[in-house]
């Protein structure tokens, strides 16, 4: 079990962490979303030794991280820590050994993750003359290539190709079948959505939602329902008793029903104002749960 326990850090006035905690099972993806500035990468950071925590607590097995638990890290930060000027296949030869593989192995590896990466044919070109979306497949492949038993990613999909995020989520879950807790940052909450079998939603400093989505869900106010009539006319469903307009264009209608609101009620007033051609329960997207968690009251009443 991957443990963040309580982290409090603080840079002078500005307090970026507020006693985060969460934990991450072995063969469990967890999705870590939250807002620029929210302090996601500082979190991260902390577990790696590349700050220090106020307060608070990383922990692997039930022992705090030191640097004999983060040999054993895949840690891939935001910003790219590669060597330009070096080639790629060295360059992943060189980070398997700096986590304890033998030469023969790390060879190896290192052949093998940029291929999977597809970045076989660059691996005698140096990183500064790739693209940008291929330094972020070397950086990736870096990350896994010492065959690690956590993995720490902030950011991995970001400049990805769509082929590039198939390879990094096939990898990824790979990794999770083989009971490597997985954490990784992400805006990309579509990705958050399809792959993690946890989320923890930072804001301000601090966890403001947390469990799998569908546990997201069931904490939300009202049901939603999506009624579509082509031909009606804007508005139709205000009047309607324990209903929210959520969305509202072209006929297509998003409600969010109080707990004492009448779905057949929904029904007959969007029948009165024309045809129904769809009419259904709809689920929340993690983006509309994002958006709801880190949404302050104060920030709703203006």
């Known amino acids: 079990m991957l443990e963040f326990d309580g982290l409090v850090k603080a840079y002078g006035d500005n307090q970026v962490l507020k006693g985060v905690s969460f934990s991450v099972a072995p063969g469990q993806m967890f999705g870590f979303c939250g807002s620029n500035g929210a302090g996601k990468t500082t979190t991260m950071r902390i577990a790696m030794g590349l700050a220090r925590a106020d307060a608070g607590q990383v922990r692997w097995s039930g022992r705090p991280v030191d640097e004999a638990v983060r040999r054993r890290i895949g840690y891939m930060p935001e910003e790219r820590g590669l060597y330009p000027k070096m080639k790629v296949g060295e360059q992943l030869a060189y980070f398997a050994r700096l986590h304890g593989m033998d030469a023969g192995p790390a060879n190896r590896a290192a052949e093998t993750w940029a291929e999977r990466m597809g970045l076989g044919e660059r691996r005698g070109d140096r990183v500064e003359k790739l693209s940008l979306g291929n330094q972020q497949r070397v950086q990736l492949a870096a990350a896994l290539v010492s065959e690690p038993d956590v993995l720490i990613l902030d950011e991995p999909f970001s400049g990805l190709d769509p082929v590039g995020v198939d390879s990094l989520a096939e990898a990824l879950l790979e990794q999770c079948r083989r009971g490597v807790p997985v954490v990784f940052?992400?805006?990309?909450?579509?990705?958050?959505?399809?792959?993690?079998?946890?989320?923890?939603?930072?804001?301000?400093?601090?966890?403001?939602?947390?469990?799998?989505?569908?546990?997201?869900?069931?904490?939300?106010?009202?049901?939603?329902?999506?009624?579509?009539?082509?031909?009606?006319?804007?508005?139709?469903?205000?009047?309607?008793?324990g209903v929210r307009v959520v969305s509202e264009q072209r006929g297509d209608t998003v409600l969010e029903l109080a707990p004492d609101g009448d779905d057949q009620q929904v029904l007959a007033a969007a029948l009165a104002t024309g045809r129904v051609t769809h009419f259904a329960w709809r689920e929340p997207t993690l983006v509309e749960l994002f958006r709801d968690a880190v949404t302050t009251p104060q920030e709703v009443a203006a």
């Open 185 to 241: 940052s992400s805006h990309q909450l579509d990705l958050v959505e399809r792959l993690c079998d946890a989320v923890g939603i930072l804001a301000r400093g601090s966890i403001v939602a947390s469990g799998t989505v569908a546990e997201l869900r069931s904490t939300t106010a009202g049901r939603q329902l999506r009624v579509v009539v082509p031909d009606a006319s804007p508005g139709w469903a205000a009047g309607v008793p």
